[in-house]
């Protein structure tokens, strides 16, 4: 006779630095499971692991679990990295939700929804600052969580844990407006290797403007509608309020993993070739990098 698997009111997949914080932040008001990667992972975090906010230090253990062993949920938040998308979606389909929301980098929607045909699926969008130090996760900028409308449960489940979350109507612009932060904080925090904050100073600021100028053409096309000045007062607002965190960009090279760059600024990069418009400044971080991944054997060649 087959086993009735538990069912959870929320699965987190994806243990990195944001995937903690929210499973340490959401087990101190219900029931949560964090889902990582592979049973050797798992087996670790089941020891459970170090939570620094600014009030202080405390230890968390919330329910893990991993692709050989996976409960069912109502609800599941996907934080993976933006190339590992399609099978963290596959794998979220298998815990039988009623929706799978995904709070990532980058526009995964449509990647998001062909490997989950028939489920309520849809992108968010998050603003927190978190990174990892060895097995600690530490809380290092407080930013909001925005979901779209259909996803209640799990804006009321983040906001009663304290999170900034709400339910966003205009879901498809603020996931543009995230994507133009993204694709100045992070290439430029990983370029330099320096905290969020340095991005809205000299001498950052002004490769920061270039970008912005480069990018808004290209994101107008998508139905982003904002001015240089609001634009600039958008990613500087954000690299100051997450001005001690380091950018998961950035956080990628320092631990020697691949980066998201395929997927921001090599599909920004993408995009704007399609549109005929030029990005030179994108396309300079962009070799950059890439040029960094390869030397570590890390890139796709
Ligand atoms: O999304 C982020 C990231 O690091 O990927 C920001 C908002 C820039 C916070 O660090």
């Not at 990195?16 to 499973?23: K, M, Y």
């Not at 590992?84 to 929607?109: F, I």
């Not at 130090?133 to 799990?154: C, D």
Request: glycine share 10%; charged share 25%; proline share 7%.
């Amino acid at each position: 006779m087959a086993t009735r698997r538990v069912r959870y009111p929320i699965a987190v997949v994806g243990a990195g630095a944001l995937g903690r914080l929210f499973a340490a932040g959401l087990a101190r008001v219900g029931p949560v499971v964090l889902v990582a990667r592979d049973a050797q992972r798992a087996a670790a975090l089941a020891q459970g692991y170090t939570w620094v906010t600014l009030e202080g230090a405390r230890r968390v253990r919330p329910p893990v679990a991993h692709p050989g062993a996976l409960p069912e949920a109502d609800w599941v938040v996907l934080v993976v990295k933006g190339p590992d998308t399609a099978a963290a979606a596959r794998l979220a389909g298998r815990m039988r939700p009623k929706g799978v929301l995904s709070l990532q980098n980058g526009l995964v929607e449509a990647t998001l929804r062909r490997a989950l045909p028939g489920l309520h699926a849809a992108q968010g969008v998050t603003t927190e600052g978190a990174y990892r130090e060895g097995e600690r996760v530490v809380w290092a900028g407080r930013g909001e969580t925005l979901v779209p409308p259909g996803f209640e449960p799990i804006a009321q489940a983040l906001a009663q844990a304290g999170f900034r979350a709400r339910v966003e109507p205009s879901i498809h612009e603020a996931r543009l407006k995230k994507l133009l932060v993204n694709l100045v904080i992070n290439p430029l925090t990983a370029l330099a290797r320096v905290e969020n904050g340095r991005v809205a100073e000299p001498p950052l600021d002004a490769l920061a403007r270039r970008l912005i100028a480069e990018a808004l053409p290209v994101l107008r096309g998508e139905g982003l509608e904002l001015t240089p000045r609001e634009a600039e007062a958008l990613v500087f607002g954000v690299a100051r309020d997450t001005a001690r965190n380091r950018s998961s960009m950035l956080q990628d090279v320092l631990a020697g993993r691949p980066t998201e760059l395929e997927t921001l600024t090599g599909a920004f990069v993408a995009l704007a070739e399609r549109r005929g418009l030029e990005v030179p400044t994108h396309r300079a971080v962009y070799a950059l990098l890439q040029a960094w991944e390869q030397a570590r054997g890390l890139g796709d060649d």
